[in-house]
């Protein structure tokens, strides 16, 4: 068993929660345990990162700097912060190898940190837990652990713009990635490929100019169901609430576009190996996936043990 | 002089007698006291038994009665304001409750009025410092209320009058005991922490003289967790309140009764006159007068600027002979002499002890006995320990908590004392408090009825501005339980008394003009006046040096 | 104990300190409090229960050269040499006015009525200030994650003093947003014993009144002895 030293920022400990307890029971069953820091801070992505404002910095640096801690306390782990959220993903990724480049900056953060006994030696490594899976884990290892393949389920996966751009933050190939379809695959569900892959959903536009993440949105959906989704699939909480939220409120006013539920990887994970419907917390879904799922006989059976 | 570890090397001596005696001590228990040795160190050692403390108030309804030279002292002393220099003409503040002190009680019984149909407008609250700045706010150990099965309010009614030496007013004690679950639900409503174990029922403590365990508490910090939450409460109704505006005298009506009173901004000097149809005192007690010389645990502002005023208006007192001195007291260092050492301490088990290691009485007296055998130990043995400053004091055992209740539950239930100590680099997980009694609680005060009239006809009293509830002497966990009692019992009755037509009439100071006669004839050696409003801890050079200038100016 | 103290050892020891920009010599064993009534100032504002638990008298102070901004309660902290104080008034911070009722333990009920929780930029300055040191970015954190229980447990011990507000880059008051987490924790988190609840309906039914007038009808005499004779049922007696 190793335990990885994870990072949750807030949006997977307040709306989704399910995308979290989700990874959380499945990292167990993959012995590559996700163990929650004691204590952590916002990772920053919510302050810009321009480059001269050293202040917007402290909040990364304190997560690795406290990471690091975490680290000695865990068993056989490797020195990396496991993170979720494809925007802590890119923010600490991005700050890590500022400093990691840059003395100078680090020497001015650190001494900022020093009274909160906080020092960062740059000895820590960002992961996607997407890329622990990939790279530690296999795929393999996932199949095995599959008990309720999902048979039936045409998962068309989206990326979304984070987790492949920019260069420093990328966790696969930015024209041809394939972990989100390898895992997919291994899972048994249908791959179902789009174009649309990671055109943007139109991110914190959410916030003051809707009509832009509607039109997004609508394309996105619309690319996947013509080659046959019936779900997608997504690495990043913004992107799940944005096209999960968005098909609701366009459902509404369009007559005829049936909405298709938007799953966290974890989740179609956690259902292939028979983890407990309850956490997925499908209930603060707009668009609930239980009906398909049921459909197919994914839950709801009694599990072959 | 050598410090170890916060203590002085002389007082390590006996530190070394505590910690070497702690393992045989864990499961000793000293007998407690029956009725008549409570009797005997009490009449021997207890401050208020002691004749040279105190004297016969000259004037007044309560002419006769023997208090404290100090509580004299404020009776029989003039107003600060000549009563002609105000205006009752111009009212500033017309309402029709208004609530003078902005404690615990002040603040229930402004939320309470308000819950029972006075509109926010029509209710004032004012304080003589910040919103906050009172006593409730320092209560550590806990509040009494007789929620479990194997307690009931007769039980606690039994321990209240016995704490009180049977002087009290039954009335009193059955409303503040039946009401308490009440408060403890009203409060869980409000979202007050209360500390409960991991299945959701209360941790409930015993305190001096309690034959159940019944003091719910949150950490040390219960006072300021239910202050703030009241207070918030008070902010979120948008209930009007006045600070750094103390009343210092109150007016009556043309057709009787009290009417108002007059307000004094003591940053910019100014009066203000209020009009009301009930007026609720909730000034709290006497601390800083500094009863028989002690040093106390009350706040700034405790001078019982409210028992004055009430009495020139004819308020009837009761029970001012009875003042409470905290057996725990910090004695040592000396930057915190006289703090409270939470009895909440002795309640989780430590024990109080001479300088040889030994225990001299049972740690869980009522108040008054606990003190004065503090005190005996003090006056008529060798047994004490002795501070640089030749101050004298008991060691109370705080290590031995952790013996009992195991490692962790210092800092977990009594982190306000912790912090308070390791600030001079005393740990208390690891070596014992010095201890010495403390002037804490004004027994009496303010005669009341349940609910809540005086007296007198237009003013309501809640808190320890009154007396009657805890007849000679308060129990731990029953202060916080008073003040929301009865403030919700003012409150309410105030509710009561706006649903009634009826106007007060023409505004008239009468009373002060009557009170200044009386004054008169008795001749008085030394000129004082009063209501004192604030302490004056300024060195004796400083207050030469501003008569000088006073008299210059002259 | 016997031999007298010369002079010297007589004196008390004073200490040089500056109040808001003026010299005091005051003797080295006071509070800041007691001294500066020493020198001669009556508090007004910046004093209240004077023991810890009020939060009137935030006090800023810097120390002969260093360049560290300090801060103590003056009522729990002693004087050093060459200190150089200010006292602090209350910090103005505006209250979220709410209905406890209508809310729920989650992290957009402290967002609606403190938005500026998001702007935390996690620098820690409030912590660093705090007179009771409490992890108050922490808290903070534990706030905008939707952690209340945590946030709620973590700041129980502030008092309330501001001085986190006032040194805040982001302009939260963290001491407003401490209360509305522990009262959401205290109201929903926490659950109410039934005891307490079936308490309150006996009472409520009269269910003592009955034995409330046989307490009051006895004579002194008789009340004494039923007080001698009550049974300790939790505690250990001898």
Known sequence: MVQYSYFPGCNLKTNAKGFEETAIAVSKKLEAELVEMPSWNCCGTVHTLTSDNIMKRIAPIRVLSRSRKHVETLKESPNQVVTLCSMCNSTLKIVNNEVKKDQEILDKINYQLEEDEETYETDMEVKHFLEILRDIVGYEKISEEVVNPLKGLKVSPYYGCMLLHPEEAKIDDEEMPDVLESLVESLGADLVMSPLFKFCCGSYHIVDQEYIVSSQVEKIVEAAKRRGANALVVACPLCAYNIDQQQKAMAKNTVGKSPIPVFYFTQLMAIAMGEPVKINHFQDHFINPEPLLKELGLIGRKKAK | MKMIRGYPEDMRKSIDNVNKTRSKRIDQIIEDLSLEERKEVLDNFHPDYNPKYKRNISWGVNKGDNVPNEVADVIEAYPMVNPDDIDLSKIDYDVNVLIIGAGGAGTSAALWANYSGVPKEEILLVTKLRLGDCNTVMAQGGIQAADRPVDNPLIHYMDVIGGGHFENNPNLVKALVSDAPKIIKWHKDLGVMYDCTEDGSFIENPGGGTSRNRMHCSKDYTGLEMFRTLKDEIINREIPYLEFSPAIELITGETGGIAGAILYNIETKQYFVVRAKTIILTTGGFGRLHVAGFPTTNHYGATMDGVVMAYRAGAKLRDLDATQFHPTGAAFPEQIVGLLITEKTRSLGAQVLGRNGEQICYPLEPRDVEASSLIKCCTTTDNYIETPTQMRGIWLDSPLIEEIKGKGTILKNLSAMYRMMNRFDIDITEDPILVYPTLHYQNGGVELDENCYTSLKGLLAAGEISGGVHGKNRLMGNSLLEINVFGRRAGITAANEYKKKSTVGKLTLAHVHKSIKALDALNLKDKRYSPTILPEYRSDIVRDRLVQLYEQSL | ?238
């Open chain 3, 1 to 238: 104990m016997s031999k007298t103290k010369t002079k010297e050892e007589n004196a008390t020891p004073t200490v040089k300190i500056y109040i808001m920009g003026s010299m005091h010599e005051v003797p080295a064993s006071l509070t800041i409090m007691k001294a500066m009534e020493y020198a001669g100032f009556k508090f007004k504002r910046g004093a209240g229960c004077r023991a810890g638990f009020c939060g009137a008298c935030a006090t800023l102070y810097r120390k002969a050269g260093d360049y560290r901004i300090y801060a103590a309660l003056a009522c729990q902290t002693q004087v050093e040499d060459g200190m150089v104080l200010t006292q602090l008034p209350f910090v103005p911070a505006p209250k979220g006015i709410y209905d406890v009722d209508s809310l729920q333990p989650t992290a957009s009920s402290i967002l609606k009525f403190y938005p500026e929780v998001a702007r935390c930029l996690s620098c820690n300055a409030c912590s660093k200030v705090c007179p009771q040191e409490i992890q108050v970015m922490d808290y903070v954190q534990y706030c905008l994650q939707g952690q209340i229980d945590k946030a709620a447990e973590l700041s129980f011990d502030c008092v309330q003093c501001g001085l986190c507000a006032i040194r805040c880059p982001a302009e939260i008051p963290q001491y407003h947003v401490g209360m509305l987490a522990r009262r959401l924790h205290g109201k929903y988190n926490m659950s109410t014993p039934e005891t307490l609840i079936e308490r309150v309906e006996e009472i409520e039914n009269g269910v003592f009144e009955e034995g409330f007038k046989e307490l009051k009808s006895l004579s002194k005499d008789d009340l004494k002895k039923r007080y001698i004779e009550r049974d300790f049922v939790d505690q250990k007696k001898a």
